[in-house]
């Protein structure tokens, strides 16, 4: 079920990554799907291919990135205010790790 859900988001984010504008409205949905039509239709076949609910995928994505596409983790602090490493290598709209998008790449044969 995990690795169906992270396939599900992976194959919503292959189909939106497109986008150059980031979406201004993401605390309320039926905004967002209004402003980004697109994800919308990406979200919907996504669900009917995977049978995860839109909300699901949505709520995750917002939960994860805010809709940020290039969202990364906050990074480490040395002595409080110099910038050190990120604590993972997470990234994107459902802050997937690189060696999980390797995976899906490796599995689906997809970029």
Known sequence: ????????LLIVISISGCLST??????NICSLLDEKVSWYRAAKL?????????????AIIHQESRF??????????IFGFIPGSRPTDSYGYTQAKKATWEWYQLKTGKK
Do not use: C, D, F, G
């Open 1 to 8: 079920m995990k690795k169906l859900l992270v396939l599900a």
């Open 22 to 27: 980031p979406a201004r409205e993401v605390t």
């Open 46 to 58: 996504s669900e009917e291919k995977w049978k995860v609910p839109m909300h699901l995928q949505m």
């Open 68 to 77: 940020a596409s290039k969202a990364k983790p906050p990074r480490n602090k």
